[in-house]
């Protein structure tokens, strides 16, 4: 599976979507994030990325793809 590069974030069901603002997924999806390291020390907050990381690593699945996930991460060429 290749890695999705675009924007692919989306709710399941539309309804949830706000408003009559111009509606971006990815700023609900940061606000969550935002919202979830809100109060913990940098040590709770660097757990907290690392449990995340292994969650989606896990959903994904494909190795081809995290493998390059990982190399867009560090910056290499993929």
Same mark, same amino acid.
């Given at each position: 599976?290749?890695?999705? +590069?675009?924007?692919?974030?989306?709710?399941?069901?539309?309804? &949830?979507?706000?408003? @009559?603002?111009?509606?971006?997924? $990815? %700023?609900?999806?940061?606000?969550?994030?935002?919202?979830?390291?809100?109060? +913990?020390?940098?040590?709770?907050?660097?757990?907290?990325?690392? &449990?995340?990381?292994? @969650?989606?690593?896990?959903?994904? $699945? %494909?190795?081809?793809?995290?493998?390059?996930?990982?190399?867009?991460?560090?910056?290499?060429?993929?």
């Amino acid at each position: 599976m290749p890695l999705q +590069l675009q924007p692919n974030f989306h709710y399941a069901d539309i309804s &949830k979507q706000q408003g @009559l603002r111009d509606y971006v997924a $990815g %700023d609900d999806f940061y606000q969550m994030l935002i919202d979830t390291h809100r109060g +913990l020390s940098d040590e709770d907050s660097n757990k907290l990325n690392a &449990k995340l990381i292994l @969650l989606l690593a896990n959903h994904i $699945g %494909d190795l081809d793809t995290l493998e390059q996930a990982l190399h867009l991460a560090a910056n290499k060429e993929a």
